[in-house]
């Protein structure tokens, strides 16, 4: 069976790598972005089955990109779960309405993420 692709969209190295780290053990395929522009030129010639977006980035924020993926007809339909050092109701408000499936806190519970990715994935499989 192929790979699932897992785009990671976050400018600190430290979580990048552990994410990604995490994500590979359990079979993904990653993609790693730390740019508005790099995650632009990924999405040009993948779609991945999930995005993880870091809320705060240094060429922009993680919702506007969020925003954007979003209204690409092509990509509308990857999940984005929004990743954020902010654990504060209205942020969790604000990534939703930006379109995001979900939300998660840093620092990232390594046990946890490969569930909340594979729950989302299987959920969007079965609706599309
Ligand atoms: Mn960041």
Do not use: W
């Not at 092509?74 to 995001?100: F, Q, R, S």
Request: glycine fraction near 2%.
């Amino acid at each position: 069976m192929e790979k699932k692709k897992i785009l990671i969209i976050e400018d600190n190295p430290y979580n990048m790598r552990l994410m990604s780290d995490i994500l590979q053990i359990h079979g993904y395929d990653v993609f790693a972005a730390s740019s508005k522009e790099e995650t632009l030129r990924i999405l040009d010639d993948h779609k991945p089955s999930l995005i993880l977006m870091d809320i705060s980035l240094k060429d922009t924020d993680g919702l506007t990109l969020t925003r954007k993926i979003k209204s690409n007809p092509l990509l509308c339909d990857v999940p984005i779960i929004a990743v954020t050092a902010h654990a504060m109701e209205n942020n969790k408000e604000d990534a939703l309405t930006a379109g995001c499936e979900s939300y998660i806190t840093k620092p990232i519970d390594t046990r946890e993420l490969p569930k909340i990715i594979e729950r989302i994935i299987e959920y969007n499989s079965d609706r599309s």
